[in-house]
Structure formats: C-alpha cells, structure tokens
C-alpha cells in the first residue's frame, strides 16, 4: 500500500527556496539571493521568541553558506490541510498569520505571502511554517502586495461558507481561494453591500470591473500600481489594515451551531449512564495498560474518547465528519491544551492527494497508514458496514494497515436500534452480519486481548494486529 | 492679514500635497503571489484615503497649535507626521 502512495514533491512557487521531505526529515534551501535575509530572519530575536512560543515552527540551520543555505524545521507529527480543518481552525490560522504581520510590521518587516496553507495545526494550536514568508518591508509603501491572498484564501471562504453555506472544504479544489466577483453572482444587492461582505467583495468587485482579468489598462498590470507615502504614515496606513481585516475575520468566525451529531454524546438514548461508564473504562484501562504514543480516533464526534486517550499520554489524531462535533472537540482540547490534533476527515471516503500531479499536499491515508499505535473505532463500525457499505473484511484489512500494534473496536448487534436505523428494510443483505462473523474476519488480521460486554447488546474487544 | 495669508498658503500647500499623493503611484511592485485586481484596487484606494485622512490630521493639528501661543500640541498624528511638529 505504503508503495502506491505518490510522495510529496519539492516545492517551487516561492523563489526564495523549496522544501523537501526527506528520510522524514523537512529540509528547506534557500536560493543564494534570499540566504543573507534569511539567516539574519532566523537570528532575529523576535523570531527566536516566536519559535520558542511555538508559534513558528522551529527550525536550526544546517549549513549557513550563502551557496547551499540548508535548514531543517522540527517535523509536526500529523499535518493537516485547510480543507480537513473546522471554522474555527481556520479563523484561528488567520488569526494567527494576522498577529505575525502585525510584529512583524515593527521590524521592518512584511509577510509575502498569506495562506492558510503556510499554517499547520501542532495539536489544537496553530503554527506558522513557512519562514520564508517574511522579507523586508518597502518602508514608503502602504500597501501589502499579500493582502489580496489573506482575502481571496482566507476571508472569502469563511464569508462564502458563512453566507452561502459553500463548505470549506471546497478549499481542495482552490489552491488561490475565491475573487471578490465569483461570490458577488451568489449575493444578492443588499447583502452584498450590507456587513464584512462590503469590504470583502462589493467594494472589490466594482473597482475589478466586470471582467478583472481584463479591467487593468493594456500594457498595464495591476502590480505596476504602488502608493508612496512617508515611511510614517505608511506603517500606520499598514496597521490600520491589519487592524481592520481582524475586525472582518471576528465577523466571520463561527458562532456555536447544533448539528446532527454534536449532541450525539448528550442524547445517545441507547446508551445508559452505566453503559457510559463502563466503555469509558474498557477504553481507559485498555490505553493505560497499552501505553500507545500515537492513536487515530475514527469517529472522534465531540472527542470524550480523543481526551481519555490524551490523559492516557498518547497524542491523538480525531477525525470526525461533522463539523459542529470536531468544532466542539477542537476547542475543549484548545481550551485545555490536550494534544489533539481534529480534523474534518472521512475514513471511508479519505481527502486525496492534491496539487501539481499529485505532489504538493498529501493524501489523508499517506499520512496515516502505519502512524498509530492504537486506532479507536467505537460506535462507526456499523456506520462503515451499513452506511458506507464496506464489507467487513475490507475494514479488518484496512484497520490492520493503519495501526501499528492495537484497535479498541465496538461491534454493535443486529437489535440494537442504531444498527436498525442505518438498515432500512435491508435485512436479508446484511443477516450474515453477525458477532460471530465479526470475530472470524477479525481474526484474519488481530488477536482478542480482552472484551467486555454492555448491558445494552454492544460489545468492546481490544485487539492486537497479528 | 498676515495670520489670514498664512492660513490660505497653508490650505493651498496642503491641497497641493494631497494632490500630489493622489498621483504619486507609479513605481513597479514586485509580488510572486497575485495581488488581485479589484482587492488592489480597494487597497490603494483605501491607502490613499488612510494617507490623505493622516495629512489632514496632522496639517489641522498644526494650525490649531499654531493659533495657540503655548507649547505644541502633541498628538497621534503629529508623531506620524514630522512636518507637523515645526512650530
């Protein structure tokens, strides 16, 4: 399996370097021209402490000669994309990338490139990656020649997904975001001029013109335009922008939404308190006693099992398809600073590799297959087999791909009333699902360490990969 | 008078500086990111509003505290404006 993934390439829009993977080490060269300023960057005092918040990724140079400038940056254990984050993941990013160009700006200094793609997520925190963003700033200029991209990438698709409903994870098909016009079609008048969507795309789009590939004068492009004004005035006129695109992304940052599945831990009807319990306690033991360092949580919803397995010592990956559940999740382990690391991910249907053929963002499986000691698949099984309509030997397969030792797996039985929601009259095609024939599968790829049966007819086994 | 003839040579330079922030936008910028074209657009134009509001802060600043005998009045925009703290 691991062999048919395509690998990342290097990578090649920014001049100033390209960065590697290599022998899972995250090498960066940076062109002779960019060197000087970079070292100089990296030795900054502000950039030092901005690395030592973990705010920036931290990074050592390895070879400091302006021919072969080489510098290692510390590898995040699990990245992920824009398109797998949660809105407040997102504004959180912003967030971020605004208060480093606001430093920045004391400095002397300007970001040049502004994308939630120069963001990952150490845990439920935000991290700045990219140390090649940063250059001098043209001290007379108030513009800043990234602020179309912060727009375009960050607050037109949380303005489109907060006034469209157009999902942010639509962001895999737009390496560059949105233009101010194409949300303008979907807005009506009044809306389009009313709130953060003024500045954002009503005000824009009527300066671009109707067709903006074509409304700057021939011969002309829109970078030969530059405002000069005294170096003064000029950081002022700079602050007061970033000040002004907080106040738009406040606007946009998501307010608490209920969805199918965020109350679920809550209502979940088919489960006594007892019940609760003790899975709570099959699942503690079983990680205290395992001890894993990495585990994938399928499933995670608002993450009571994501946090069991953080206060076990593992760091955990929780994936979830609903936004509202990994949103909640997210910001308890934020707000306690758990090492979770949420993500919007489908096991069944999992992100694929993105960009110039296949190589610049990896495929959600790439990224997991063999990273975990432990996968925790509790109350999805059915939804796999069921909703999904993967057979069982197909999971037990997979399953054994992804974890490198442990699986804490729930099976749930042909009564329970969840089960018979997801089988819809179905019965003839999914009678053979049963315990027994769950175990034989299983068995092919995992040995029962030990299992616990529920009061209500559910089952929970910890299982070892053969 | 002579207060009155200062104060239309004030207003005279002031507008004549303001005009010329209005043009004085040729330069090349270099960007390896797109910098749009109407979101530029709105950016310069906002630039050159923010500038001019700026000025003007600082030139009404300056006749105020002109008018005043006292000491110099120190504000925001006299700090962003060097100009502004001559007299």
């Known amino acids: 399996m691991s062999k048919e993934q395509p690998a990342l390439r290097n990578t090649f829009r920014d001049p100033a370097g390209t960065l590697r993977i290599e022998q899972n080490r995250i090498l960066r060269t940076v062109t002779p021209d960019f060197s000087g300023f970079a070292l100089e960057f990296l030795r900054h005092p502000q950039t030092v402490q901005w690395m030592a918040e973990r705010r920036m990724v931290p990074t050592t140079v390895l070879d400091a000669n302006p021919d072969s400038t080489l510098l290692e940056h510390e590898r995040i254990l699990y990245p992920s994309y824009p398109w797998e984050w949660t809105p407040g993941q997102w504004v959180a990013a912003a967030a971020l990338t605004l208060d480093l160009a606001e430093e920045s700006l004391e400095q002397g200094l300007t970001l040049k490139d502004a994308t939630p793609l120069n963001v990952l997520f150490d845990g439920p925190r935000p991290i700045f990656v990219d140390v090649l963003s940063f250059e001098p700033r043209q001290l007379d200029s108030p513009i800043w020649l990234a602020y179309g991209q912060f727009v375009r990438t960050f607050l037109l698709p949380l303005a489109a997904w907060k006034y469209l409903g157009w999902p942010l994870g639509a962001s895999i098909l737009r390496r560059d975001g949105y233009e101010p016009e194409e949300l303008a079609r979907h807005l009506g008048l009044l809306k389009r001029w009313s709130g953060p969507l003024r500045s954002l795309v009503a005000l824009p789009a009527l300066l671009g013109g109707k067709n903006p590939q074509t409304s700057v004068k021939p011969g002309k492009s829109a970078t030969s335009y530059q405002v ?119 096991v069944a249907r999992p992100t694929p590799a993105v960009g110039w053929r296949y190589g610049e963002s990896s495929s959600l499986l790439s990224r997991a297959i063999g990273k975990f000691d432990c996968i925790l698949v509790l109350g999805i099984l059915h939804h796999m087999l069921l909703a999904e309509q993967v057979p069982l030997s197909e999971i037990a397969e997979h399953l054994a791909e992804l974890t490198r030792a442990w699986i804490v797996i729930e099976w749930v039985p042909q009564h329970d009333p969840r089960f018979q929601d997801l089988l819809r009259g179905r019965d003839k095609l999914y009678s053979h699902l049963t315990e027994e024939s769950f175990c034989e599968v299983f068995s092919r790829f995992f040995t029962v360490d030990s299992s616990e049966q529920l009061a209500n007819g559910r089952k929970l086994f910890l299982m070892k990969r053969r | 008078m002579k207060r009155e003839i200062y104060y239309f040579a004030s207003a005279s330079l002031a507008a004549i500086q303001v005009l010329a922030l209005l043009f004085a936008f040729e330069k090349p910028a270099h960007a390896y990111v797109d910098p749009g074209s109407g979101l530029l657009a709105f950016q310069i134009a906002g630039s050159m509003i923010a500038g001019v509001v700026y000025y003007l802060r600082a030139r009404i600043a300056r006749l105020f505290s002109h008018s005043k005998s006292s000491d110099s009045v120190e504000t925001p925009s006299q700090d962003a404006h060097p100009a502004g703290k001559q007299s």
């Open chain 1, 228 to 346: 000069h004004q005294s170096p003064e005035i000029a950081k002022m006129v700079l602050k007061g922008r970033l000040r002004k695109l907080r106040r738009l992304l406040n606007a946009l940052a998501p307010s608490a939404q209920h969805s199918r599945w965020s109350d679920y831990p809550e209502l979940a009807a088919h489960y006594s308190s007892s019940d609760h319990i003790q899975k709570q306690n099959f699942v503690k033991q079983s990680l205290e006693r395992i001890c894993p360092g990495q585990v994938l949580d399928l499933g995670a919803n608002t993450g009571n099992y994501s946090r069991i397995a953080a206060a076990a010592g593992a760091h955990v990956v929780a994936w979830d398809t609903d936004i509202e559940a990994a949103e909640r999740n997210w910001r308890q382990a934020l707000a306690e600073k758990l090492p979770i690391d949420v993500m919007i991910a489908d």
